[in-house]
C-alpha cells in the first residue's frame, strides 16, 4: 500500500482549512443534496464530501457509508488533493498503490474510485467530492466533466458557509458560526464525559477608542484584538466575536483553572502588541470564566449568560478598584 504523500503547502493548507469552521460540525443539507445528486446520476452506492484533515479525511456528507471519518495515510482523498483534476481508480485490486488497503482488502470493499478536490477561495485543496463502487467501473470524459460540475456546487456551499459564520470586520466566526460549533464541542465533550471552560471577554475602553480616535481606528482595534487571539489560543479552541466588543472563547477540555491560565498568556500576547503598536490607546479585557461540567451540562445559551453575567461582576469590581485608588 502507498500512503498519500504530504502537499508541500500543508501547513498553509491546513490553516484554510481549520479557518472554514467546517471540521466536526453537523450534517447540512446544502451539502447532502449534492451527494444524493452525485450517488444518483453515476449509479454509485456511495459518494462523500470528504475534507482531508492533518490525520484523518473527515466527512461532511456521506451517502451509502457509515462512518463519520477514517484514517488519512490509508484514504484515497489524500492522494486527489496531490492533483489538479479528477483522482481515478477504476479498479483497486490490479493497483499497487490500494491493492493491499485496508478500505479495499476490507468493508468498504472499495474497487472504483473518483474524487475531484476541492478548493478554498485562496486556492488550497481542503478535501474531495468523491463516488465509491464495491465493483471496478469505467469513467468517461462526460463522468468527470460531471463530476467537476457538482464539485464545483460543494465548493460555493463551502464559501457560502464561511461567510456565514465569519465576522467580516475580524475574519473569525461570528456569532452564528460559535453557536453552531460549540454546541458540537460541547456534546463531544459530554459523550467523552471532558470539561470545558467558557471565557465570555469584553475589550475594555472601546467607546473611548472610537470617541477619540475614530470609527476606523475603532475596527482597527477590534481587527488587532481578534488578530492576537489567534495567535494566543490552541488551535482546538474555539473563539469568535459575537458581536460589538463582545468576545467569546470555548476551551474544550480545559477546567477552568486550566482557562485562566490560557488567558493569562493572552494577556501578556496582548501587552507585547500594546508596546509594539503604540497606538495611543492600550488593548484590555475583562472576562468571565464558566467552567462545564460534563455531567451535569448546560447548554451553549446558558453559559453564555454565566459567563457574561461573571464578566460584567469582574468590570464592575475593577471598576470600583479604580475609584478608591485616584
Keep these: 500500500m502507498k500512503e498519500p504523500s504530504i502537499p508541500e503547502n500543508e501547513a498553509l493548507r491546513l490553516a484554510t ?32 464530501v470528504s475534507m482531508v484533515d492533518e490525520d484523518r479525511q473527515w466527512f461532511k456528507s456521506a451517502q451509502g457509508l457509515d462512518a463519520t471519518e477514517t484514517p488519512r495515510n490509508i484514504s484515497f482523498c489524500g492522494h486527489a488533493i496531490l492533483g489538479d483534476d479528477v483522482f481515478l481508480v477504476k479498479n483497486a485490486l490490479k493497483d499497487e498503490r490500494f491493492a493491499d488497503n485496508p478500505l479495499v482488502a476490507g468493508d468498504p470493499n472499495i474497487r472504483f474510485y473518483a474524487g475531484y478536490p476541492l478548493r478554498a477561495g485562496d486556492g488550497q485543496k481542503l478535501g474531495t467530492l468523491c463516488i465509491i463502487d464495491s465493483e471496478p467501473r469505467e469513467f468517461d470524459q462526460d463522468d468527470a466533466i460531471a463530476l467537476r460540475d457538482l464539485a464545483s456546487m460543494v465548493e460555493n456551499e463551502l464559501a457560502a458557509l464561511h461567510t456565514s459564520t465569519t465576522d467580516e470586520l475580524t475574519k473569525i466566526s461570528n456569532r452564528r458560526g460559535f453557536l453552531q460549533l460549540a454546541q458540537y464541542g460541547l456534546s463531544f465533550c459530554v459523550r467523552n464525559k471532558r470539561p470545558a471552560s467558557l471565557a465570555f471577554i469584553d475589550l475594555d475602553h472601546f467607546k473611548p477608542i472610537n470617541d477619540t480616535f475614530g470609527h476606523a481606528e475603532g475596527d482597527l482595534a477590534l481587527a488587532a484584538f481578534a488578530e492576537v487571539m489567534c495567535a494566543s489560543f490552541r488551535s482546538t479552541d474555539l473563539f469568535a466575536r459575537l458581536g460589538g466588543d463582545e468576545f467569546v472563547v470555548l476551551l474544550t477540555g480545559a477546567r477552568e483553572s486550566d482557562a485562566l491560565a490560557v488567558l493569562d498568556k493572552f494577556g501578556s500576547m496582548l501587552d507585547d502588541y500594546n508596546n509594539k503598536a503604540q497606538r495611543g490607546y492600550r488593548l484590555q479585557f475583562s472576562c468571565g470564566v464558566v467552567e462545564f461540567d460534563p455531567e451535569k451540562p448546560l447548554s451553549v445559551a446558558e453559559l453564555l449568560a454565566a459567563g457574561d453575567a461573571k464578566m460584567y461582576a469582574v468590570k464592575t469590581a475593577n471598576k470600583e478598584l479604580l475609584k478608591l485608588s485616584q
Design 17 to 48: 482549512l481549520k479557518s472554514l469552521n467546517v471540521l466536526d460540525t453537523p450534517p447540512e443539507e446544502r451539502f447532502d443534496r449534492v451527494t444524493r445528486m452525485a450517488k444518483r446520476m453515476f449509479g454509485v452506492p456511495t459518494a462523500l
